[in-house]
C-alpha cells in the first residue's frame, strides 16, 4: 500500500510525433522501460487532442516519478504530474516538463511573510 494522494496530469499534452508510440504503450503496457509504471496505464486515457487525463485521482500512487520520468521524454512545455497527500501532512509536489525531454521537481512551499 502506497501513501494515499490524488494524483493530477495537469496540461500533459503528447508531441505529435509520439502520439502512436504513447498510444500502444496505453494499450499494450509493453515496451522498454515500462514494468514498473504499467499498472497507471488503465487509469491513464489519451484523448484526441494528445492530451492525457487520469480517470481515478485518488489512490497509492508508488511509481509516480517513475512514470514522470518515461512520459518526459514525450511531453510538450508545461505539462506537469502533480500529486497531493491525502495523509495528514498534506503535502503537494510534482514534475513539470521542459518540452525538450527533462523534468524538474517541485513542491508546495511557503511563499511570504506570516500576517
Known sequence: MGYDTLLYLDN??????????VTQALKTGKGRGLSKIRYFFKYI????????HIEDHFG???GSENLASWLKQYCEKDGR???????SDGVAWGWEF??????????LDHVGKWR
Open 12 to 21: 500533459v499534452k503528447i508531441k505529435n510525433e509520439f502520439v502512436s508510440l
Open 45 to 52: 486515457i489519451l484523448d484526441s487532442e494528445g492530451f492525457l
Open 81 to 87: 504530474i502533480v500529486e497531493h497527500s491525502l495523509e
Open 98 to 107: 521542459d518540452g525538450k525531454g527533462r523534468m524538474k521537481y517541485f513542491q
Open 60 to 62: 497509492g500512487w508508488n
